[in-house]
């Protein structure tokens, strides 16, 4: 495509964004309304820590794709909430590993329906098949951008 044929509102990354934009909003927004003192990249961290709880800081920046001093804000603040908790490492001193609390455990079934509504809500008016055609090409972007 040409330069001057470029409009930014029609372009993938653009519309990859905004949509990303707006769930995470829409979710933000799910949590909120049903007073759950969570974000979405908070409840990035939790997800994982429901699945396998006492993750290395560094664990954690991996499965959810971010930098590990973005994690230790993120961990730094579900601890002031008593959502989860940094434990040493009882053989590497240096690392720390992070535990849910029973609060931050209690959340789970609320947080996990409100992910599910946000789903429905995003797939609202959308057939199965388009959303499995939508989900395998999500997954192929995500393959040719990996490194």
Same mark, same amino acid.
């Given at each position: ?7 930014l ?7 990859? #964004?905004?949509?990303?934009?707006? @769930?995470?909003? $829409?979710? !933000?927004?799910? &949590?909120?309304? +049903?007073d759950?003192?969570?974000t ?12 396998e ?7 954690l ?20 909430r008593?959502?989860? #908790?940094?434990?040493?490492?009882? @053989?590497d001193? $240096?690392? !720390?590993l992070? &535990?849910?609390? +029973?609060a ?19 797939s ?24």
């Amino acid at each position: 495509m040409a330069y001057d044929k470029y409009i930014l509102a029609e372009s993938v990354g653009y519309k990859i #964004t905004n949509t990303a934009r707006l @769930v995470t909003n $829409r979710l !933000n927004n799910n &949590f909120k309304q +049903n007073d759950l003192p969570v974000t979405n990249e908070q409840w990035a961290i939790m997800i994982r820590l429901w699945e396998e709880d006492g993750l290395t800081q560094n664990r954690l920046a991996s499965l959810t794709n971010k930098d590990s001093a973005s994690v230790s804000r993120l961990i730094n603040n579900m601890i002031k909430r008593d959502l989860v #908790t940094r434990i040493p490492h009882p @053989v590497d001193k $240096r690392t !720390n590993l992070i &535990f849910l609390t +029973n609060a931050g455990k209690s959340l789970q079934v609320a947080m996990i329906e409100q992910a599910q509504k946000t789903v429905e809500q995003i797939s609202q008016n959308i057939s199965d098949e388009d959303m499995k055609t939508f989900l395998k090409v999500l997954y192929q972007i995500d393959e040719n951008l990996s490194d």
